[in-house]
């Protein structure tokens, strides 16, 4: 989790993964690969707001939040990788 909280700090970098799997999305043509890239780049436009202060009132520093978050983006991003790397494989295998 404290690998995750980088984009706290720095929401912009939430983008980074989000334009990996829009890469992945668009060799593999997977739908799901499509749904990781859109969840990361809405977490990077939720933590902006968060880090602006715009989405919280008050207290911003105790995130239950990310209790659901950093385990959905995390679930999403790995079967969205298997998914990418075995659509490419298959698009590029012979036959």
Do not use: K, Q
Not at 22 to 49: F, Q
Not at 52 to 73: A, F, K, Q, S
């Amino acid at each position: 989790m404290a690998l995750l909280g980088v984009f706290i700090e720095w929401p912009w970098l939430a983008l980074v993964p989000a334009a990996v799997f829009l890469v992945l999305h668009r060799l593999s043509r997977r739908r799901l690969v499509g749904a990781a890239a859109l969840m990361w780049g809405l977490y990077a436009v939720y933590e902006y707001g968060m880090r602006r202060r715009w989405l919280c009132t008050g207290e911003c520093n105790i995130r239950v939040d990310l209790l659901l978050l950093y385990p959905v983006l995390a679930l999403a991003s790995v079967v969205a990788l298997v998914v990418a790397l075995r659509g490419i494989a298959r698009a590029s295998s012979p036959g």
